[in-house]
C-alpha cells in the first residue's frame, strides 16, 4: 500500500504588492517627406541591368539544381512505379473471376 506524502509547509512570509506606473509613448510627430532622388536615368539603367544579370545567374544555378534532384529522384520513381503496376496487375489477377 502507497504511503501518502506529507505536503511540504511553507512559512507564511510577507507578500509585497507591485504597482504597475503606467507610461506613455512618445509622440514621434508625422514622418517628414523623404528627400529629392539625386539619381540620373542611366543610374536606374545600370541598376536594373546588374539586378538581371543576377537573377539570370540566380535562375540558371537552379535549373541546374533542378536538373541533378531529377537525375536522383527519376531511377527510384520509376522504381516505384514498376513496383506499383506489378503489385496491382497481381492483385486484380486474383480478384478476377475464372473464366
Known sequence: M???????????????TVTETPTTPPNPGPPSPP???????????????????????????LLVDVKKAYEFASPYV???TNYTVKTFNQVRQKFQPAD
Open 78 to 80: 520509376k522504381q516505384a
Open 35 to 61: 528627400g529629392a532622388p539625386k539619381l540620373t536615368w542611366g543610374d536606374y539603367s545600370e541598376d536594373f541591368k546588374v539586378r538581371l544579370e543576377i537573377h539570370n545567374y540566380e535562375i540558371n544555378a
Open 2 to 16: 502507497a504511503t501518502r506524502r506529507k505536503s511540504a509547509k511553507y512559512s507564511e512570509t510577507e507578500i509585497k
